[in-house]
């Protein structure tokens, strides 16, 4: 049978790509059960356009940054409470000293039973490395439940950008998170640890990969046995995004938009000298600058405006020569394995258990 005259198939564009009126309520690709979680938190639409721009005063945008914090504490709470608590884990605060001559609060989470050394996860909390705490309800959970599985998680409290711990640009929230590994890792007998990985979220994630980047430049990487990044926030030129970065467009409102994340990244670097910095936005890292880096799991969600710069860094580690493993969760908006504990405990769970078999599989190695 003669097919040329047929039209060709109609391609259904993803997204906005392929309606500009796209919300994560309408999409069909959206997790019906952590949709109802998005309903009880007010984020299953289109957020209002933010009231400032990059050319807004400081004192404006940090006000609105104040602001995006508190409604995303809210979200927080709401989404954690009235759980169960978790048994078997103790933690405790210890106080350290950082490079700058600043105190950082580190938080210890460990099984109450310990049988030998274990894996340890050094964790780098969200927030655009601009606003929230490690003090966060979810965060203080994510560290209960990764200590259960048996290892030593500890939460460093480091500078933000903005918010209630701030106003400390690039590089104070880095180099909080270097002091506290090295803290880890030189006290690492008497917290019982085998060897240190370096986990987070969002901004998070990007500490977790510039850390390891610049224990590379400092020639301390031996420290560092692993990165476990879960949609990492690394692009950092949100104000002028380039079609490579298709996600950014498809996604683009999905729990936040482009507008934000652009102003989120002038707090961080308010004169945009380091705006390709790898230290500051690892997208922009060189192979040669990747080269030798230790193994990496970078794990994205599908309906994420960040979802693409992950993929296309995770590409770039293996230029590298490196081992990287990637994961998309399917259905799931930015950070919903970490948030959404009560709507999608499955996908919760399984981003706990993977991170705690890429640690242990890396014991053996160590």
């Not at 994630?205 to 990492?232: F, H």
Request: proline fraction near 7%; include cysteine; aromatic fraction near 8%.
């Amino acid at each position: 049978m003669d097919n040329t005259d047929k039209p060709p198939a109609k391609i259904n564009l993803p997204g906005r790509l392929g309606n500009e009126e796209m919300t994560l309520r309408m999409d069909p690709r959206t997790d019906p059960r952590m949709l109802d979680g998005l309903v009880a938190v007010g984020l299953d639409g289109r957020g209002d356009a933010p009231p400032v721009t990059l050319d807004s005063p400081p004192d404006q945008l940090f006000e609105f940054i104040s602001g995006m914090e508190l409604f995303f504490q809210k979200v927080i709470q709401d989404c954690f409470s009235n759980l169960p608590p978790v048994d078997g884990v103790v933690s405790r605060i210890e106080t350290i000293t950082g490079s700058d001559g600043n105190e950082i609060s580190l938080f210890i989470h460990h099984p109450e039973k310990m049988d030998g050394p274990l894996p340890c996860v050094f964790h780098t909390h969200g927030g655009g490395m601009v606003i929230l705490s490690a003090e966060c309800d979810n965060f203080v959970r994510w560290r209960n439940d990764l200590a259960a599985t048996g290892m030593v998680v500890v939460g460093v409290e480091f500078r933000n950008g903005g918010g209630a711990l701030g106003n400390h640009p690039f590089p104070a929230g880095l180099n909080d998170c270097a002091s506290g590994l090295n803290w880890v890792f030189e006290n690492r007998k008497e917290l019982g640890v085998s060897h240190i990985v370096i986990s987070g979220e969002s901004g998070g994630g990007n500490l977790a990969i510039s850390t390891t980047m610049k224990a590379k430049e400092e020639s301390w990487l031996d420290r560092v046995a692993g990165v476990y990044a879960q949609c990492p926030y690394i692009y950092g030129l949100y104000s002028d995004p380039p079609s490579e970065l298709g996600s950014l467009f498809e996604n683009n409102g999905y729990m936040f938009d482009v507008d934000s994340m652009a102003i989120l990244a002038k707090l961080y670097d308010p004169d945009g000298k380091n705006s390709r910095n790898p230290l500051a936005w690892p997208y922009h890292a060189s192979v040669e600058e990747l080269a030798g880096l230790p193994p990496h799991v970078i794990s994205l969600n599908e309906l994420d405006p960040l979802r693409d710069e992950g993929f296309l860094f995770h590409q770039k580690l293996l230029k590298a020569g490196g081992s990287s493993v990637c994961r998309t969760l399917n259905g799931t908006c930015h950070a919903a394995d970490i948030l959404f504990i009560k709507n999608i405990p499955d996908i919760y769970d399984s981003t706990i258990r993977d991170i705690r078999g890429f640690a242990g599989k890396l014991s053996e190695q160590h």
